[in-house]
């Protein structure tokens, strides 16, 4: 059974990017386009990880990452924060604060799935991770 994200992207064509790549690559995908959207999916469907954007509308991703993180039955869900922010120290930031990885936008169509993966435990992973 392939392994089911969760994307809250409130951009509709980033949002639609997301989802066409990870299902092109087996990832079944659930979306929310605001943070507290994003928080009620996350308690009722369980995905397998997040990938959740910093600008949010209602709930910002740090809010959605304290959610998720402060909920007994989430807390170990993998959450990946995607953002335009791109200043040094953003990515530190978003690690810091408990997100488990930081992808910077735009993403890059032919590397986004590679670069959530290697966020992902083994077994959440569509494919192996490629040769070095």
């Not at 943070?35 to 990880?49: M, N, T």
Request: hydrophobic letters at 40%; a negative charge.
């Amino acid at each position: 059974m392939p392994a089911r994200a969760l994307i809250i992207e409130d951009n509709p064509a980033n949002l639609e990017l997301a989802k066409y790549l990870l299902e092109a690559h087996g990832y079944s995908t659930l979306s929310a386009t605001h943070g507290a959207e994003g928080v009620r999916i996350v308690r009722e469907s369980h995905p397998d990880f997040v990938v959740c954007d910093l600008q949010l509308p209602v709930l910002d991703g740090y809010g959605v990452l304290s959610a998720v993180r402060n909920d007994p039955e989430l807390r170990g869900t993998p959450v990946i924060a995607v953002s335009a922010f791109s200043m040094p120290g953003d990515s530190s930031k978003a690690l810091s604060a408990g997100f488990d990885g930081y992808i910077s936008k735009p993403i890059d169509p032919e590397r986004f799935v590679e670069q959530i993966e290697a966020y992902l435990r083994p077994e959440l992973r569509a494919r192996p991770p490629p040769a070095r």
